[in-house]
């Protein structure tokens, strides 16, 4: 454990460097063309054989000097189509693009453990899986999923750098841990008319502001109190003048969940409220969902050796068992495949300005958190090495 944080040590400019060069050159989802090749060619440099998979992916593996099991390390590489509004000379390059949400930093970990674990005499293998489009639904990590890519391993990890945790600190569940990111579109089909004659018209407008009142009530009144729900709403869009009646209304949401019974109990109350109030209106409505994500559920063992990983680097203050989070992630495809955890590391940083909260424009992290991260990356490896 010694000799992982001295390679680690060693390899901090290289780490940055790494994480500096794809803030500055971000594509999104399905595009991440130059990045697929910058990843190829780091790991090439270090004697491994990257595969292209899922398109825009890569997978390359670390074999030990002695055969064993195989724990497998995601990281996602894809960037947001949004421009990158930070002062600093790693600012994105890209116009429309930027890493506002981390991902930069994820695949300068992932580069930098696969460097360490490199230099080290490994029982067993190594699964570097580098996936595209987390952040554009349906996501790259189904793909790379059917691909084979979890084929044999026996515990997959990834990580995800976090601003509302403090840097020098990592969050980790031992369960739940993400939400399944649903989204729906609810469209209110009424009558137009002219505004001095409400009576003849069915106004979308009305029947659509009762609906996104109730709407709201739905976690508070239908779903049990000891499970977690989310229903918001995103966008209420219905027509142009001050004085035409529109003759439709939309309505945008997102639903998040941990269970499927939960997750279909909010869409029925969903359909039974649009139904309810567009009936005493004499308006109609159409239904659409798209179902995102499953849940992250981490596995307690993984997660404990995790725990204890990060507890060795950064001491038992510096790591803590985290509430779940209700953002949606694809490692969830990973993680039906083998027992997997995926864990939370602290990049915000107040006195330093970092305060901007994900998928901002100005959103930046502590380069001071990223060491630490590949050490307890590299560490868990490792624990999960000689698990029996």
């Not at 695949?107 to 453990?113: D, N, W």
Request: net charge negative; hydrophobic share 40%; aromatic share 8%.
């Amino acid at each position: 454990m010694d000799n992982i944080k001295r390679l680690v040590a060693e390899n901090q400019e290289y780490i940055t460097k790494l994480r500096r060069h794809f803030r500055m050159y971000p594509e999104i989802g399905g595009e991440e063309y130059e990045t697929q090749q910058k990843i190829a060619t780091e790991l090439k440099a270090l004697g491994l054989e990257p595969q292209m998979v899922a398109g825009t992916g890569v997978v390359a593996e670390i074999k030990g000097k002695v055969p064993g099991k195989t724990i497998a390390l995601r990281c996602d590489i894809d960037a947001l189509p949004i421009d990158d509004e930070t002062d600093h000379i790693y600012r994105s390059q890209n116009q429309g693009r930027c890493h506002a949400c981390g991902h930069d930093a994820h695949m300068a970990m992932a580069l930098g453990a696969a460097k360490v674990l490199s230099s080290l005499e490994l029982t067993g293998n190594v699964r570097l899986l580098f996936q595209p489009s987390e952040e554009r639904f349906p996501g790259g990590a189904e793909a790379m999923a059917k691909a084979g890519v979890m084929n044999g391993v026996f515990a997959v990890i990834g990580a995800h750098v976090w601003q509302p945790f403090t840097s020098g600190t990592i969050g980790i569940s031992f369960g739940r841990t993400t939400a399944s990111p649903d989204e729906f579109t609810l469209t209110i089909q009424g009558k137009g008319g002219h505004g001095s004659m409400p009576h003849q018209a069915i106004d979308p407008i009305l029947v659509g502001a009762q609906i996104v009142v109730a709407l709201k009530a739905i976690v508070g009144t239908s779903i049990n109190p000891l499970e977690q729900a989310v229903v918001s709403l995103g966008a209420f869009r219905a027509g142009e003048v001050f004085n035409i009646i529109p003759d439709t209304a939309v309505i945008k949401g997102t639903v998040r969940t941990f269970e499927a019974d939960v997750r279909m109990n909010v869409f029925d109350k969903i359909e039974q409220i649009a139904s309810g109030i567009c009936q005493a209106y004499g308006a109609s409505f159409e239904l659409v969902k798209l179902l995102g994500y499953p849940p992250v559920i981490n596995d307690p063992g993984v997660a404990r050796l995790a725990y204890e990983a990060a507890g060795e680097v950064l001491g038992e203050q510096g790591v803590f068992e985290m509430d779940p989070v209700m953002v949606g992630e694809d490692f969830s495809y990973f993680a039906e495949k083998a027992p997997g955890a995926f864990i939370f590391i602290g990049v915000g940083n107040s006195s330093k300005g970092l305060v901007y909260p994900h998928h901002h424009p100005r959103f930046d992290i502590d380069e001071a958190a990223l060491a630490p991260g590949v050490e307890v990356l590299v560490r868990t490896i490792s624990k999960l090495l000689r698990k029996k």
